[in-house]
């Protein structure tokens, strides 16, 4: 299925609303009848779990016995539905057809089961996509379906061109109202007869929905005026719409109402049911249920108490099963405080919400500190410690050094759920630290690497120390520079930083260090004297024309083809980033050496994004942060993510991603990469050999905890510039930064 047009088309991912009952009347007496009894508004969500090919619910339905068919767009964006048990076990899928050259506009289930969709038809949906199609390119299309999904019947819509203009007009909702249907525009309602043919319309604006109650009138919903039956022959809005409680608090279109209810809507604060008194009365609370409005797709009655929910967050698309509390409900959970350096993100407390809603012993809060106080020490000390603090690699070696983690195996012990025996091997080596894990990232990559030709480097040199460095270097023809043009190594002191030189002269268990020696004398002279290219400046930047600016990204990126560089920078975050990074240097993963950092110690690989998750000794709760830890880790939460932009660090979820990734890249065959004009287009084929190879590399490569931290890399820095200042030599350089060091690690032991 080809791309879905302008914004029209893309919202009918989120906004569908389809319904089915009698012609509507204007003059219909309200029932007299006592509107449903509400005591309870707070619910209880349960996930459940899709299978990978089930991707966000365009529109559900739950029949009579308690079956649930959903609708969605598959891997390959063709319309399917996926069967439910009545006790939500997943019991197969299977295409449904929708007429040739179209594309989906909207569908929903009808109260009876059966489906109604509308399309947009165009013979050369290309033009759609290069947005050179005009009105007489394309045209819209009912098409309506038998409760088990067969295409019954399809009728074109005449009429519509008098109200609609491509790039001009979307569509706001659509509604099967009896033997007709009602399509809200951003600028008009238009009544569509059985044969498909525009009978009636009313002018109105982009706040406005319809949809036709289930007794047969049709409701009207304006985000500024309110809610209100309008007229059933000309659409027009009611007279003296009921204002909303709330401003601005539509956040999906109405859905199909039942015996119970004249419709549903999804508002700020809640999903409300229209009663036959055209009252809006609150069924589910958003605040107390933990429910974010914007994130929901639909909301679908099951039976009493009972919702099914599509919806997605921080974990992806899912389905759950939303319960009413009891109405002398009490929310009794513990309270999880969460510390984390500086601002708490957005991502952070979505999490949390997450996390509270599937759990009834437990909710979480966040506290900001600092990166450069003591606060965190000071609360510690005091007693307030929290319960769990998400911070960098030195908070975990400091705080684990005063006794203030729980380590991953004491907490396993005590509490069970993830052990070191989930994680990666070389993840639960590397951050082994006194016998046991004190602070854990979810996801790691490799940002410590570069990238060779495989013919001038040998790929086992890919975990190399520094004298195997030193070897390879003097042993390349001395026309070769160290690296390209556009790396972000181009002077000594970058070289010594982005090739970590410092690192393997301090002992962080002891406190110690040694870098007056010969070995750190010969890295600070390496990368004085090294071969660099000048940089560019400034002035090339702000003064080169385009094309100059392509041709010296053109020439940079056949450097190492021509062995004008030894290495070449290489970013990875996922799968693709291997690719796509060699493609960069005309090159295929067959055809390259991944190499890491060198490291006398071995371990200069990995780089963690979201920081180091430990669990602290003396809090209020530590059982429930181990609690939020495993939810945070969880192979089902993570694997059911639509993306990931690194590589996880448990066994199951990190296979999961790295064959996800792989068929994703296998399937696009190929893509592009354009630097101002300079495009090159490369394969992205992962091949056996090659996968297996960056396979090994992922699982293989090791890194350690390190107490470095910012004052300690300010002082190595400050005497490391005076030495590439001319200012000093390296002896009196590496005997500075020898007594500064060792003062410094003193007084922070």
Same mark, same amino acid.
Request: charged share 25%; aromatic share 12%.
């Given at each position: ?12 991912? !989120? ?15 309200? /029932? ?5 009894? @509400? ?14 090919? @089930? ?8 029949? #009579? ?18 069967? =439910? ?10 295409? $449904? ?42 045209? !819209?299309?009912?098409? #309506? ?46 009544? $569509? ?89 609150? $069924? ?12 929901? =797709? ?30 002398? !409900? ?47 020490? /000071? ?83 890919? !975990? ?21 043009q556009y790396s972000w190594m181009q002077d000594p002191m970058s070289v010594f930083c982005g090739m970590y030189m410092y690192e393997d002269f301090i002992d962080f268990e002891d406190n110690s260090c040694n870098f007056d020696c010969d070995d750190f004398i010969r890295r600070l002279e390496f990368c004085r004297n090294a071969r660099l290219l000048p940089p560019l400046g400034e002035d090339f930047y702000q003064n080169a024309?385009?094309? #100059? ?34 493609? #960069? ?29 430990? $669990? ?35 066994k199951v979820s990190y296979n999961y991603w790295m064959n996800r990734w792989r068929e994703d890249l296998n399937m696009r065959k190929e893509d592009k990469m354009n630097y101002d004009g300079y495009e090159i287009t490369y394969s992205t084929v992962l091949s056996d050999e090659d996968f297996e190879y960056l396979n090994t590399l992922l699982t293989t490569a090791t890194a350690s905890i390190s107490g470095m931290d910012e004052?300690?890399?300010? @002082? ?34």
């Open positions: 299925m080809k791309k879905l047009f302008t914004l029209s088309l893309t919202m009918a991912l !989120f906004l569908s609303a389809v319904s089915c009952g009698k012609k509507s009347d204007s003059s219909t007496t309200e /029932n007299a009848v006592p509107d449903p009894m @509400i005591t309870q508004t707070m619910y209880k969500e349960e996930r459940l779990s899709l299978p990978d090919e @089930i991707g966000m619910p365009l529109s559900m339905h739950v029949n #009579e016995n308690g079956c649930i068919k959903v609708l969605y767009n598959d891997n390959y964006n063709k319309l399917r539905v996926g069967d =439910f048990t009545s006790d939500l076990s997943f019991s197969g899928s299977y295409a $449904i057809e929708i007429p040739e050259d179209t594309e989906l506009d909207f569908i929903d289930f009808n109260p009876d089961g059966t489906v109604t969709a509308l399309l947009m038809h165009c013979t050369d949906f290309q033009k759609v996509i290069d947005r050179t199609a005009d009105d007489e390119d394309i045209s !819209f299309i009912i098409a #309506e379906y038998d409760a088990d999904l067969n295409l019954i019947e399809q009728k074109e819509i005449t009429g519509i061109e008098n109200y609609y203009s491509i790039g001009d007009t979307f569509f706001q909702s659509f509604s099967k109202a009896g033997e007709d249907y009602i399509l809200c525009t951003n600028n008009n309602a238009l009544k $569509i007869d059985s044969s498909g043919k525009v009978t009636a319309h009313a002018d109105v604006d982009f706040n406005n929905y319809y949809i036709s109650a289930s007794d047969g009138r049709i409701v009207n919903f304006n985000n500024h005026t309110g809610y209100g039956f309008a007229d059933s022959d000309t659409l027009a809005p009611p007279s003296s719409p009921t204002p909303f409680d709330i401003s601005a608090p539509i956040q999906r279109p109405p859905f199909p109402g039942d015996d119970e209810y004249l419709c549903y809507i999804v508002l700020k604060d809640g999903y409300y049911g229209l009663t036959k008194n055209c009252s809006l009365q609150k $069924i589910i609370d958003f605040a107390s249920s933990l429910i974010d409005a914007g994130s929901i =797709f639909s909301i679908t009655p099951m039976d009493k108490g009972k919702y099914l929910l599509a919806s997605n967050d921080t974990g992806g698309s899912y389905l759950s099963l939303l319960t009413v509390r009891p109405d002398d !409900f009490v929310d009794e959970r513990k309270t999880v405080v969460v510390g984390m350096h500086n601002i708490v993100n957005p991502q952070d407390y979505e999490l949390a919400n997450e996390f509270a809603r599937f759990n009834d012993d437990y909710k979480v809060e966040y506290r900001e500190y600092d990166y450069d106080s003591d606060d965190l020490r /000071n609360d510690i000390l005091t007693g307030d410690a929290p319960d769990m603090f998400i911070g960098r690699e030195d908070d975990v070696f400091r705080y684990t050094n005063l006794g203030a983690f729980m380590g991953l195996d004491e907490l396993h012990e005590k509490y069970g759920g993830l052990s070191r025996d989930d994680l990666l091997p070389n993840i639960a080596e590397s951050y082994t630290y006194k016998g046991d894990i004190y602070g854990i990232p979810t996801d790691f990559k490799l940002d410590r690497i570069f990238l060779a030709d495989k013919d001038v480097i040998s790929r086992d040199d890919a !975990f190399w120390d520094f004298d195997r460095f030193f070897e390879v270097y003097d042993s390349m023809p001395e026309d070769m520079y160290l690296t390209t024309t385009p094309q #100059e600016h392509s041709m010296s990204i053109e020439e940079n990126s056949f450097m190492l083809k021509n062995k004008e560089a030894m290495i070449g920078n290489m970013w990875m975050g996922n799968l693709h980033d291997f690719i796509s990074s060699a493609a #960069e240097y005309h090159y295929s993963i067959s055809d390259v050496t991944i190499l890491s950092t060198p490291s006398d110690k071995g371990c200069a690989t990995f780089g963690v994004n979201e920081g180091f998750y430990s $669990i602290l000794r003396n809090s209020n709760c530590p059982e429930g942060a181990w609690a939020y830890l495993n939810y945070i880790m969880d192979d089902d939460r993570i694997t059911s993510k639509t993306y990931t932009m690194q590589l996880p660090v448990t004052e300690l890399r300010k @002082i190595i820095m400050e005497e490391t510039e005076r030495y590439f200042n001319d200012e000093c030599s390296a002896e009196q350089c590496a005997e500075m930064l020898d007594n500064r060091v060792s003062i410094f690690l003193s007084e922070r032991s």
